[in-house]
């Protein structure tokens, strides 16, 4: 991105056609959103439940409405096939939607003290109060829905929010503050988008306006940022190398199929993606079988044509180190059984037989349309493969045994372990982070909730019986 010092220009990932302008903040700007943030949340904190709902209500309806409209924005700047765009509109509507009836349902509790001698006569009301101002800063890969799952939580907590989007996709999140707009917010203070470089957002780690932040992005950033954070909570979710584990008892086109989307979807820029295909010895074969034909089947191209299933990856930096990366795979031996061409940033979805563990393509994150495939013979054994990682996001193991899945559970050190699914499906209200290199804390409407509030208690003492 390029432009005058107090302008980001937004360009097309395709095509590298302009998509837009946007302001930059400067520094006094990016103070003045602090300031600003923090004095919403005093006024904000004290909206009923009933308005936060309301305001969140109506957003997400805007967002049903202007799904197209949004779509195509999310398309022209992040370089998302149209289809998955539109999904992507869809989740971020169902993740306001969510967030409203969160808004109202904010759990609490009551207390009895009579358990011991001191404690007669007294009770206590537990109840939940927003935290403070949240520093919320979002990735490119969903400029829509990733912002919905900070803003639409912490409005429905009362806490005010600032967004801080990525540089390379701001246009849906201004979208979204529109809406917000729109949809009634009574300060306009209290969601603000700010549009500034990474380093300069950076002067906001650690101020004491805020009293949370929330993060989604690469672990190198994340954790350097919790470092700098000061005594704000931090809500980190971070990067995965994904693997699926795959039994012989599984049926091998079903997982096939799904491992396809989970891998090659919004061009592999997941978390989640499905980058470690763990597929037992005795139906390795027949998983190839089915499995290579529908990658190839794949089209590639502009991503804003309906048939297109795989775009451009962000920019020409993340395409030259995902061909760096799977170059170092084939030369040290690992066989390519697809994909492996490039055409500008889009790269062809590509697989991988046997990658050396110690490469980067099997280790680290490839955020890139490219998969590995290994065979295993003992499940136990799959699964210290799949465990065998410094990120612990998702995994998925396919097989009809209730016995197997549960000991993957018990073992597998990650979030979540889907069963007969892969790691790269995600629903939206659900409990969704992270253990190991991949983060702290949970998003999903109501777990961000519990992270932006915190409880408070007030005891209450009977007066004394008097006597008639």
Not at 213 to 236: D, H, M, Q, Y
Not at 272 to 301: C, M, N
Not at 433 to 455: C, D, F, L, Q, Y
Request: aromatic fraction near 6%; charged fraction near 25%.
């Amino acid at each position: 991105m390029a432009g005058k010092p107090d302008r980001l220009v937004v360009k097309s990932p395709y095509d590298g056609s302009v998509v837009g302008e946007v302001r930059a903040a400067s520094p006094a700007e990016i103070d003045d959103a602090a300031t600003s943030a923090r004095a919403a949340f005093e006024a904000f904190r004290r909206r009923p439940a009933f308005a936060r709902a309301g305001v969140l209500k109506r957003a997400a309806a805007l967002v049903r409405e202007r799904r197209d409209d949004l779509a195509r924005g999310i398309v022209r700047e992040s370089g998302k096939p149209l289809k998955d765009a539109r999904v992507e509109a869809d989740r971020c509507a169902h993740t306001l939607e969510t967030a409203s009836e969160e808004a109202v349902r904010i759990p609490g509790d009551a207390l009895s003290f009579d358990g011991a001698p001191e404690g007669e006569g007294r009770f206590a009301v537990v109840r939940r109060f927003p935290v403070g101002a949240v520093l919320a800063i979002s990735p490119f890969n969903f400029p829509l829905n990733l912002p919905a799952h900070k803003v639409g939580p912490a409005i429905a907590a009362g806490a005010s929010v600032l967004l801080k989007p990525s540089e390379k996709t701001p246009i849906s999140a201004l979208a979204l503050e529109r809406i917000f707009v729109e949809a009634g917010i009574p300060d306009p203070r209290a969601f603000r988008v700010l549009v500034t470089a990474r380093e300069d957002a950076g002067r906001l780690v650690g101020d004491p306006r805020f009293a949370l932040i929330s993060f989604t992005g690469s672990p190198e950033v994340g954790w350097k940022l919790k470092a700098a954070a000061g005594r704000a909570r931090v809500v980190l979710e971070l990067g995965g190398n994904a693997a699926v584990v795959i039994h012989e008892d599984a049926d091998v086109e079903s997982a096939a199929a799904r491992c396809v989307a989970g891998a090659f979807s919004v061009a592999g820029q997941s978390c989640v993606s499905v980058q470690r295909i763990i597929v037992h010895e005795r139906v390795a074969d027949d998983f190839l079988a089915a499995f290579l034909p529908r990658v190839k089947a794949l089209r590639t191209g502009d991503p804003l044509l309906e048939t297109t299933d795989v775009g451009p990856l962000v920019d020409s930096a993340a395409a030259d180190r995902v061909s760096a990366w799977i170059d170092r795979a084939v030369a040290a031996g690992a066989a390519r059984l697809a994909g492996g061409g490039r055409s500008g940033n889009i790269l062809e979805p590509t697989v991988l037989l046997d990658v050396r563990k110690d490469l980067e393509i099997y280790c680290r994150e490839a955020f890139g349309p490219v998969v590995t495939v290994e065979r295993y013979s003992e499940f136990d054994d799959a699964l210290a493969r799949a465990d065998a990682s410094e990120f612990g996001l998702q995994a998925g193991v396919f097989t009809g045994d209730m016995e197997r899945i549960h000991r993957a559970f018990e073992r597998l050190e990650v979030g979540a372990v889907l069963a007969n699914e892969v790691p790269t499906w995600r629903y939206d209200p659900m409990p969704y982070g992270g253990v190991k290199a991949s983060g702290i804390g949970r998003e999903g409407v109501r777990s961000a909730i519990e992270h932006m509030t915190e409880p408070r208690l007030l005891v209450l003492s009977l007066p004394p019986r008097g006597g008639g």
